[in-house]
């Protein structure tokens, strides 16, 4: 009969488990247990704490801009609204939502001027 498991190699495993074989083979165990040698094969060699050497996680989230903040909004932002749109099966909506500004058929022809004025419809439209 073979028995397999596995355990967390420490100090106090390894004195338990002297014991059990000191047991199992007929010998008393020591008054003192005498301290295992803790060794490990090739295989069983310790694994690098990937988060040791990073620096410390900020506590502090970023700062979200505000709606109000006075920063452009990018193209990129505007996309990924529209793109929400798009996949929520509103692409007519959308088309319409576009040709408010200068006809448009894509993002594109939209001026970067009406991006604040579009990214208040697309939100508005998502809902």
Do not use: C, W
């Amino acid at each position: 009969m073979q028995i397999t498991f596995t355990m967390e190699l420490n100090q106090k495993t390894l004195d338990a488990l002297q014991v059990l074989v000191n047991t199992v083979n007929g010998e008393s165990a020591p008054e003192e247990p005498t301290p295992a040698k803790l060794t490990r094969s090739k295989a069983q060699k310790p694994k690098a704490d990937p988060l040791a050497d990073s620096p410390e996680l900020d506590p502090e989230p970023a700062s979200v801009p505000k709606e109000d903040d006075d920063t452009p909004i990018t193209m990129t932002e505007v996309r990924a609204e529209a793109l929400k749109l798009s996949k929520a099966g509103k692409q007519s909506t959308l088309k319409e939502i576009f040709a408010k500004y200068d006809n448009a058929t894509k993002l594109s022809d939209i001026s970067e001027n009406s991006y604040p004025a579009l990214m208040t419809d697309l939100r508005s439209a998502n809902g």
